[in-house]
């Protein structure tokens, strides 16, 4: 009789077993999603099917070392959006800059008096759950500091799934925007297939991927695997160096893998157990989704910047699947995407040393 860590039956060790069910269990949500002609067809679809695979206890997983990889795709494929003309409006942003500090404060007061208020967490765990930035550093500097690791991991997970499930499917009802990236509910004019991809093209973006992603890693810069490849990426547009995209092929399998990877966070968990956690991340993040739509609306169009890229830009979501979104739907990705990176940096330099000089205490 074997045990859990034997290899299964097929001769497939357990982890890649799992890796093995939440690939295809993705795949089959992004193909449906695809066929129905549905926003980020490939992500959301392998990103809902995974989630409900794991809350019903379907042994789902992702290896970062099948992420890393597809999240480096995702940063050449944002980096393309940084034209040659990109240089001349940076200036634009200096508003936006303003917008999104005003955002992160105001968002995350609101978030945190309501997880200390009404959902009656601790001051740790409703602090580092209330900072929009990267799920692992507020796990971190939570659970460092006495706060419940388990429901700020949750927070931050279920705020992504649900952002990234609203936000596509809002603008599409609301503004008519397609939402979709080649290879999943309507191909893009600039999508190419693989077997058409020219080989000079696939060889640039091919060294972008691999050396942004180790050098990314050497320097030990903040989200390497996306953001190494996205700075490659984008000196090479800039430069003039390539104009084209990955293969929408390979973006779809990228998708896939993000989405899974999204879904598989919830694995082990039983429903009746993170009802009431997913409950506070699905409020807090309708909160923070509301001051969105209220600072975009607002403060739509400074410096033309349009309303849809700044409710990107603000939106609580993940750098890369937030950045997808957008290159989708067809906005300013390359403001959003810069925004983003800006917003988890400034929170993973600011949120733990602020927390030690307000001195909170755990109660």
Not at 176 to 203: C, E, M, R, W
Not at 326 to 347: E, K, Y
Request: net charge positive; glycine share 12%; with cysteine.
């Amino acid at each position: 009789m074997s045990s859990p860590d034997t290899p299964a039956t097929q001769g497939l060790p357990v982890t890649t077993k799992r890796l093995l069910i939440a690939i295809v269990i993705g795949g089959i949500g992004g193909a449906v999603f695809a066929q129905f002609n549905m926003p980020l067809a490939w992500m959301l679809g392998a990103m809902m099917a995974t989630t409900v695979a794991a809350l019903s206890g379907i042994p789902v997983a992702m290896s970062n070392r099948i992420r890393g990889p597809m999240v480096s795709v995702v940063g050449v494929l944002l980096g393309s959006a940084f034209t040659p003309d990109i240089i001349g409006r940076a200036g634009e942003w200096a508003s936006g800059l303003g917008i999104l500090m005003a955002y992160i404060v105001i968002a995350t007061g609101i978030s945190f008096l309501f997880f200390r208020l009404v959902a009656r967490t601790d001051t740790v765990t409703s602090y580092f759950a209330a900072a929009p930035g990267g799920l692992n550093e507020m796990f971190l500097f939570g659970e460092s500091m006495g706060g419940d690791g388990r429901v700020i991991s949750l927070v931050h997970a279920s705020r992504i799934l649900f952002v990234v499930m609203t936000v596509p499917f809002f603008f599409r009802w609301t503004a008519g925007l397609d939402g979709s990236y080649g290879a999943g509910g309507g191909a893009s004019a600039d999508a190419v297939a693989l077997i058409d991809f020219p080989l000079t093209d696939a060889a640039i973006l091919t060294v972008c991927a691999v050396a942004g992603y180790f050098g990314g890693k050497m320097l030990k810069i903040r989200a390497a695997q996306l953001v190494g490849p996205l700075l490659l990426s984008a000196i090479a547009h800039m430069t003039g160096l390539t104009d084209s995209r990955p293969p929408f092929e390979i973006v779809a399998i990228a998708q896939v893998i993000m989405g899974a990877g999204i879904g598989c966070r919830f694995t082990g968990m039983k429903v009746a157990h993170i009802g009431r956690i997913m409950a506070m991340a699905l409020i807090s993040t309708a909160l923070m989704l509301a001051v969105t739509a209220a600072m975009s609306l607002g403060f739509g169009s400074p410096d033309g910047i349009s309303a849809a890229a700044l409710a990107l830009a603000l939106a609580p979501g993940g750098v890369a699947e937030m950045s997808l979104i957008g290159l989708a739907l067809g906005v300013d990705i390359a403001f959003v995407s810069t925004m983003h990176i800006v917003r988890i940096t400034i929170v993973i330099l600011v949120a733990g040393p602020l927390f030690k000089l307000l001195g909170k205490p755990n109660r």
